[in-house]
T-cell receptor, first 113, second 113 residues
Framework: NAGVTQTPKFQVLKTGQSMTLQCAQDMNHEYMSWYRQDPGMGLRLIHYSVGAGITDQGEVPNGYNVSRSTTEDFPLRLLSAAPSQTSVYFC????????????FGPGTRLTVT | TQLLEQSPQFLSIQEGENLTVYCNSSSVFSSLQWYRQEPGEGPVLLVTVVTGGEVKKLKRLTFQFGDARKDSSLHITAAQPGDTGLYLCAGAREETSGSRLTFGEGTQLTVNP
């Protein structure tokens, strides 16, 4: 069991570029989510999915898109990167929407110049 | 304004000392979790508390959920250098579900040998 995996580990983008952060889990979890972590602000929810084909917005969704075509994968797309999106991004999964335990990936450190 | 306020934000102590970290809110939570995060890694779940007044122990760590389910504390007895890390509390609000979490800002704990 690999758990939750994320790629890449590090990424540098120029303002205006687009990219996709990858997230995959092999635990057959229904619920997946994306957070960003900024100093002094904890983790903030960007988007989440309660199952394949179903996604919804979290606290800070602007500038990000998601889709969930399979149970295993939940990519996060930055449409036009901005310096304000410089952050560490974490993907997490749990068994279901009502489950308490979430499992986090190792994170992607993104810098936008 | 952070929905979950953690204090202190930074804590540096000597090995063998005791410490308490607090997580407070004006909102009621259906559950509250504590995570520990090491540099370069994702948060790892330590405990989930769901009942007002609940106390859970994990070796030298004691977690308490407030009677009104608005606050929680983490107490570490005889801290060791291996306890060093970022401690995060996270709650599921009553109007949402277990997996949709709101995080506190975190407490950075350093235990010096």
């Amino acid at each position: 069991n690999a758990g939750v995996t994320q790629t890449p580990k590090f990424q540098v983008l120029k303002t205006g570029q687009s990219m996709t952060l990858q997230c995959a889990q092999d635990m057959n979890h229904e619920y997946m989510s994306w957070y960003r972590q900024d100093p002094g602000m904890g983790l903030r929810l960007i988007h989440y999915s309660v199952g394949a084909g179903i996604t919804d917005q979290g606290e800070v969704p602007n500038g990000y898109n998601v889709s969930r075509s399979t149970t295993e994968d939940f990519p996060l797309r930055l449409l036009s990167a901005a310096p304000s999106q410089t952050s560490v991004y974490f993907c997490a999964s749990s068994y279901s929407y009502s489950s308490y335990e979430q499992y986090f990936g190792p994170g992607t450190r993104l810098t936008v110049t | 304004t952070q929905l979950l306020e953690q204090s202190p934000q930074f804590l540096s102590i000597q090995e063998g000392e005791n410490l308490t970290v607090y997580c407070n809110s004006s909102s009621v939570f259906s559950s509250l979790q504590w995570y520990r995060q090491e540099p370069g890694e994702g948060p790892v779940l330590l405990v989930t508390v769901v009942t007002g007044g609940e106390v859970k122990k994990l070796k030298r760590l004691t977690f308490q959920f407030g009677d009104a389910r608005k606050d929680s504390s983490l107490h570490i007895t005889a801290a060791q250098p291996g306890d060093t890390g970022l401690y995060l509390c996270a709650g599921a609000r009553e109007e949402t579900s277990g997996s949709r979490l709101t995080f506190g800002e975190g407490t950075q704990l350093t235990v010096n040998p």
